[in-house]
């Protein structure tokens, strides 16, 4: 018995070892992450780089901002999670209110769950071919679509997994009071899960913010703010790594900029999406 006790007792501060040396491993990462982009992109970081676009010499470090390809970014992100929002909130009622326990529901998210493991660059090479056969051309709209179909699977997952943790007694409550299948996914479980519908969202939308390959060719880029659905625009990642490609050391130090500005939104994004959850988690029944 003692001898077990002390094979028990070795294997728990094995396992605490690992984990406490995978935080370790993780933490120091993020913390490299964000010196590297505060140390070489704050000085180039000014007011003039957040209000202008690229002027004619910007790439060879004379005047001019990236104002294009931030505005650029929240639109295709904030266009790309609507969209996706749309498409897999249904799914994930769907899922739980009416294909319950069924072998459908099990390859819906099996399926989902490849997607979500799917290269964003395949998704870029989908949305091409897609928009050449509709005839169109790289435009806000094709990079909006395409970041749609990334955001989807994470959605759907995301919401998929807070309305499995809604206790079945609240729809079996609801369905003994006369409601139907519509009205219990409507009025019961759409109010439970509301803090994981916001959690998703905000997921999706950083991945989305973030995701440069998905956008390449489909929302191609331009150094003007982006004014119709069906013109090129602009992106934050897409800047960083063409700014990165020129020999001009001013130019490479204004990709770190741009790089920094791209990490605080997501920062502020993921942030905000913990205290709008924690409010919402009012409303839920534990």
Sequence with gaps: MKKRLNRQTLEEAIFK?????????MAAALFFILVTVLVKGLPALNWQMLTQVPTAGYYVGKEGGILNAI????????????????????????????????????MVRLSMDVLWGIPSIVYGAFGFTLMLALGMRASLLGGIITLALVELPIMTRAMDEVIRLIPFELKEVSYALGSTRLETAMKVVFRQMLPGIVTAMLLAFGRGIGDAASVLFTAGYTDRVPTSLLRPVASLPLAVFFQL??????????AYAAALILTLIIMFVSLGSRWIAGRLSQNVIK
Excluded: H
């Design 17 to 25: 070892g690992l984990a406490g040396g995978a935080f370790l491993i």
């Design 245 to 254: 490609g020129t020999p001009y050391p001013e130019v490479q130090q204004r």
């Design 71 to 106: 505005l650029g970014s929240l639109y295709l992100a904030a266009g790309g999670t609507l969209l996706a929002l749309l498409l897999s909130l249904p799914i994930a009622l769907y899922l739980e209110v009416y294909a319950r326990g069924t072998r459908w529901a099990n």
